[in-house]
């Protein structure tokens, strides 16, 4: 199982955190929660924030767009660092 090994420095946490919560829209699985970035990987886009309210992981791939839809940018929250390696290989971005 492949690592991810970038991490993101202050000011690439915010960044990420600020444009998460301008693209998403009511209903989706992160409206109103408390997000930090943690780290990011190319080529899938994939930016992974730490739920601090629930303890919890979200594997985000980010669209850079503001989304109309709440299930986009698609996002899985998972309970544990091994889910969210797991996730990221069963996306196929491994």
């Known amino acids: 199982m492949a690592a991810v090994s970038c991490r993101v420095d ?13 693209r998403i829209v009511a209903g989706h699985v992160l409206d109103g929660r408390v997000v930090e970035a943690v780290a990011s990987r190319k080529p899938g886009k994939e930016t992974i924030f730490w739920l601090p309210d629930v303890g919890g992981w979200a594997v985000v791939h980010l669209t850079w767009t503001k989304e109309t839809k709440p299930d986009w940018p698609s996002a899985v929250i998972v309970d544990s660092w091994d889910n969210v390696l797991a996730e990221l290989v069963d996306s196929g971005h491994e």
């Open 10 to 22: 202050v000011r690439k946490r915010r960044m990420f955190a600020e444009a998460e919560k301008r």
